[in-house]
């Protein structure tokens, strides 16, 4: 059988297995199997039974896909487990799926699959760290403050009142002497 024809049957098979599937779930309302329960005891030791299953299931699932990943795979211990790692079993499918998108468009020919010299460049690129974005950079680089570069280097040690360097303000709205002067502020403080 060519591999067409052979992935053509496994997806009808899957598929038709996940709608009966979706369809017998569709039937059985969450409310009854509370009342299912309470009438049966049987029914209660069954559905606890079915529940480890799924959770220990979607738990083999879900450590399967993160293998070979940098993910974290989530642990499902009960089924309050699941919502409380949601976000890390979001993760792990997001990540499988992209995968199976990739793998999808290499075999269906929408993308060529590259050389292995190609794949060890994109590997060793791969594996290089990133540029940092510029402001983190700068952070985390030793910067000389400007302020020693001055011809003359502002001290803050000085008791002398501040005398300003500027000797006029060509362009200035209010002129320079005007700026200078004692300032009176709504309080009448100096």
């Given at each position: 059988?060519?591999?067409?024809?052979?992935?053509?049957?496994?997806?009808?098979?899957?598929?038709?297995?996940?709608?009966?599937?979706?369809?017998?779930?569709?039937?059985?309302?969450?409310?009854?199997?509370?009342?299912?329960?309470?009438?049966?005891?049987?029914?209660?030791?069954?559905?606890d039974g079915q529940n480890s299953r799924l959770l220990d299931l979607a738990g083999r699932l879900a450590r399967g896909a993160a293998s070979g990943t940098e993910l974290a795979t989530p642990q499902l211990s009960n089924a309050d487990a699941v919502e409380d790692n949601w976000q890390a079993i979001v993760d792990v499918v997001d990540n499988l799926l992209e995968k199976t998108d990739a793998c999808l468009d290499e075999y269906t020919g929408v993308i060529k699959r590259l050389s292995p010299s190609q794949q060890d460049q994109i590997l060793t690129t791969a594996s290089t760290p990133k540029k940092q974005k510029p402001a983190r950079s700068y952070r985390t680089q030793d910067i000389p403050k400007p302020q020693l570069l001055f011809k003359n280097v502002p001290s803050n040690t000085e008791v002398i009142a501040f005398e300003p360097l500027l000797r006029s303000k060509p362009h200035a709205i209010v002129p320079l002497e005007k700026s200078l002067g004692p300032m009176v502020t709504e309080n009448g403080i100096k």
């Open positions: 059988m060519d591999q067409s024809g052979f992935f053509k049957s496994v997806q009808d098979t899957v598929s038709s297995a996940l709608v009966d599937t979706t369809r017998t779930a569709g039937h059985v309302a969450g409310e009854d199997l509370s009342f299912q329960r309470s009438l049966n005891p049987s029914v209660g030791h069954r559905l």
